[in-house]
């Protein structure tokens, strides 16, 4: 187990560590985001950046009525976005509950899907209100299944009663059991964690207890993936680089659906950590919709017109 010497799993001295961290300015932070929300990419950049953010999709179905059929089609989506253009890339992951991880792992490997991961949802998502022997046999479940990612959540109540050594050794544990098998995604619920200084407080805490990626939200609750949170979050692995050497993904959720959102959150990603964060194994989005609105903006700067929507499948 690693703390990347930042503390020794002792309450007193993660309370040390995350007291030091400085402040984020609110005002800077939006004022920033904005900011960079007015840059635009255009004709082969454009190309890149719709490759690209296709590339880092967890195209994702997380629904009371899913069904195996639902899930083997968007399986076979995430392989080939678009079956009549082989030059578009396959998404990054396919995220689903964990009782449908066997389903889209057999689905994916059986198409030629090897190299798209399947991320399952766990810790007793979205609430994360359950007992830790829970939590654990849910991961568990997703990990016999086949998940090549866990994407938890925290213990939002725990967070924000001060509670953090709980959630860091909730973070330590799930860590331990995803071992060399699964990459860790840690989920805030940023929408209630309700400062930045939460956030950039909860970014630390979960990297410094192991986590592989940070992650927004959960999706179901708003707001999610605002560009001044997704900006924290950057700056928060930027930071945390400069000080052990080692590079943690983000993850947003919540909000991103089309062309546009995509391409911004790519800004976002390129002028705050770097772009050496440009690329799948260090920035994902959380969609459903995107995809679509993707497949839609290349068709159009191959043909010069918008295709009908009818032409991609509705998911």
């Excluded at 995220?95 to 399947?118: E, K, P, W």
């Excluded at 943690?248 to 959720?253: C, D, H, L, M, T």
Aim: aromatic fraction near 6%.
């Amino acid at each position: 187990m690693s703390f990347y010497g930042l503390v020794d799993g002792t309450d007193a001295s993660l309370k040390r560590y995350l007291d030091a961290l400085p402040g984020v300015d609110q005002v800077g932070a939006d004022a920033r985001a904005a900011m960079l929300a007015t840059r635009s990419i255009k004709t082969t950049s454009k190309r890149w950046a719709i490759d690209t953010a296709i590339s880092m999709v967890d195209l994702t179905t997380l629904e009371g009525a899913d069904t195996v059929g639902k899930v083997q089609a968007l399986c076979a989506k995430a392989v080939r976005p678009d079956p009549t253009d082989l030059t578009i890339p396959s998404v990054g992951a396919v995220c689903v509950y964990n009782d449908m991880v066997a389903t889209a792992r057999t689905h994916l490997d059986s198409i030629g899907g090897h190299h798209v991961g399947v991320a399952a949802v766990s810790t007793a998502f979205p609430s994360g209100r359950a007992s830790m022997a829970v939590k654990i046999q849910d991961t568990q479940d997703a990990l016999n299944a086949g998940a090549s990612e866990i994407d938890m959540v925290i213990d939002r109540g725990a967070f924000l009663s001060g509670q953090y050594i709980d959630v860091f050794n909730e973070i330590v544990e799930i860590k331990e059991l995803c071992g060399d098998r699964a990459h860790l995604k840690v989920i805030f619920e940023t929408g209630e964690l309700v400062t930045y200084d939460n956030v950039r407080k909860a970014s630390f805490l979960a990297m410094a207890a192991g986590a592989d990626f940070i992650k927004t939200s959960t999706g179901k609750v708003a707001p999610a993936a605002t560009a001044p949170v997704v900006l924290v979050m950057l700056e928060a692995v930027r930071d945390f680089y400069s000080m052990t050497k080692t590079r943690i993904g983000v993850k947003p959720a919540g909000g991103i659906r089309n062309t546009k959102d995509a391409i911004k959150q790519l800004v976002l990603v390129n002028e705050t950590a770097g772009p050496e964060w440009l690329t799948p194994s260090l920035f994902r989005i959380g969609a459903s919709a995107l995809l679509n609105d993707l497949l839609m903006q290349r068709m159009k700067m191959d043909d010069g017109y918008y295709a009908s929507p009818a032409y991609v499948t509705i998911d």
